[in-house]
């Protein structure tokens, strides 16, 4: 049977798990929703019966509020599925294009994180709240157990990024650079343009030529996203002024981490046997990841 099949009676054989709106909802008075199942669920009378049970333990709404309320959670293959209420005080119909969600234990420990497009989810209408099943998949945990009964749902509300990314150096850099050299790099990251929401950009800071070892190219990694990202592997390309590829080569970084909200430089050094051509123009130059190249950058909680 398929998760989302009419009728999954397995949510029934889990206990009732408690979980945490986008805004506090322990008021006593406020907005009561009312159960709005989708029109394609068909549910036995004991599944209603069970979600009834379970609307009416949830606290009110304030005014205009937008919250989420888990019920249970069972294992699916190699993964798992949590149902939850999606709650609504608007008096209007609220549709949603893509949420992110995030099951934290009782410490608000951070146990698994997926974004999900809900376009079969339809419209929530007015005052309203709607059972919903979520498959995470084993590659969304981020830790290797998810508790059945200590665990609660939340929306993950993403920070807007800071305009300037401070700088994290490594402690290699910290020793080998001067004040002088900081306060430089400082001022060139405060004169960037700010990216994207969730950009990770790469930006070129200097290229020289080392004898006896080969090119080394310095870059600049901006980390805009609400994550830490670590990268094992690179593959660049670097181009010259004349627009030609000349140089390419692979780069194993140990798990370098960029933090969220932050940026890091990193020396590249392609091998003299990577340079395919001498008396390289390096009065303009740009690196690349080449088209199709595997890279393994992971993203952190």
Known sequence: MGIFNKGN????????????????????EGIKTELSYHPEWDLSVQEKYVFQYNHQKLPTLQPNQIAINGINLYEYDGGFVIT???????????????????????????L??????????????????????FLFENENKLVDEIPKNNWKVVFELKQKAPDVLPLDLE?????????EQKQHLENIVKNLPPLREG????????????????????????NASNRSITIENLPLVFEDASGEAVAQAGFQLNNLEIKSQTCKPWTFVFPESAIK?????????????????????????
């Open 9 to 28: 009676n397995e949510a029934n054989e889990q206990e009732e798990n408690k979980s945490l709106d986008i805004r506090s909802t322990d008021n006593e």
């Open 84 to 110: 939850a209420f999606l709650r609504s005080s608007l008096p209007k119909p609220v549709s949603f294009e893509v949420i992110d969600l995030v099951i934290v234990n009782g410490d608000n420990e951070r």
């Open 112 to 133: 698994a994180r997926k974004s999900f497009e809900m376009d079969l989810f339809s419209e929530l209408p007015p005052n309203s709240c709607r059972p919903w099943r």
């Open 171 to 179: 402690d290699s850099w910290k020793e080998a650079f001067s004040d």
């Open 199 to 222: 950009e990770v950009n790469f930006m070129g800071l200097e290229a020289k030529i080392i004898e006896g070892r080969g090119l080394a190219a310095t870059l600049l990694i901006r």
């Open 277 to 301: 051509k001498e008396n390289l123009d390096l009065s303009k130059w740009k690196t690349y990841v080449p088209q199709n190249a595997a890279v393994n950058m992971k993203e952190e909680a």
